[in-house]
């Protein structure tokens, strides 16, 4: 699976839109690219996935560019219960190992 | 999503005592679970892959004897730490993956390990 690079860290206002960038340069044809968000001492959950085309969910919308290679996460509304690390994970559909990277940790301030 | 819990969420144990988490996926059926082990400020590394039925499949570096998983049925995985030492100590997660929860794979919410 390509290997993805977001920043290590983000503050984001409470109430603005929050962007999370993610790199995937190396991105193949019929990779997906994932995300997930861990909380504190809770266990991963799932946000979002796309192909090509941008999508949106009642979590987030996902905005991938055209040659694939970064994409970014927005979370329309950030609340305080939004602050936990997000990892961007690219992988063939199909094969279910998901490669955990360090992630960004995204911290809504008041 | 489908709903993935685990068993115990947190647990203390002596040192060369065998302790057993249980994954179970609550509102589908896993085909492939999958077991994942957190140290304190650091990301999740895959310790196993598990279709039901079949013997696990181990990451480099991770002894199957020490941690043994059994996914004997379509909804409940567990990992046994046997023999375990302090420096197992860590927060252990599973996920679960199956057709009918939608081809995603979903978290439990872990399980945190101390051995004393």
């Known amino acids: 699976d390509a290997k993805t690079t977001q920043p290590p860290s983000m503050d984001c206002a409470e109430g603005r839109a929050a962007n999370l960038p993610c790199n995937h340069s190396t991105i193949s044809g019929n990779e997906y690219v994932y995300w997930y968000r861990q909380i504190h001492s809770q266990g991963p959950q799932y946000i979002i996935h796309?192909?090509?085309n941008n999508e949106t969910n009642e979590m987030a919308s996902l905005i991938i560019t055209e040659d694939r290679k970064s994409s970014t996460l927005i979370l329309p509304h950030a609340t305080l219960r939004d602050t936990a690390v997000y990892y961007c994970?690219?992988?063939?559909?199909?094969?279910?190992?998901?490669?955990f990277g360090k992630g960004n940790q995204v911290v809504v301030i008041p | 999503g489908a709903v993935v819990s685990q068993h115990p969420s947190w647990v203390i144990c002596k040192s060369g005592t065998s302790v057993k988490i249980e994954c179970r996926s609550l509102d589908f059926q896993a085909t492939t679970m999958f077991w994942y082990r957190q140290f304190p400020k650091q990301s999740l590394m895959l310790m196993a892959t598990s279709n039901e039925g079949s013997k696990a499949t181990y990451e480099q570096g991770v002894e199957k004897d020490k941690f043994l998983i059994n996914h004997a049925s379509l909804t409940l995985s567990t990992l046994t730490v046997t023999s375990a030492h302090p420096e197992d100590s860590s927060f252990y997660i599973c996920?679960?993956?199956?057709?009918?929860?939608?081809?995603?794979?979903?978290f439990g919410p872990g399980t945190r390990l101390t051995v004393t």
């Open positions: 796309g192909l090509k």
């Open positions: 996920s679960a993956w199956g057709a009918s929860g939608g081809y995603e794979q979903y």
């Open positions: 994970i690219v992988r063939v559909d199909g094969n279910n190992r998901l490669a």
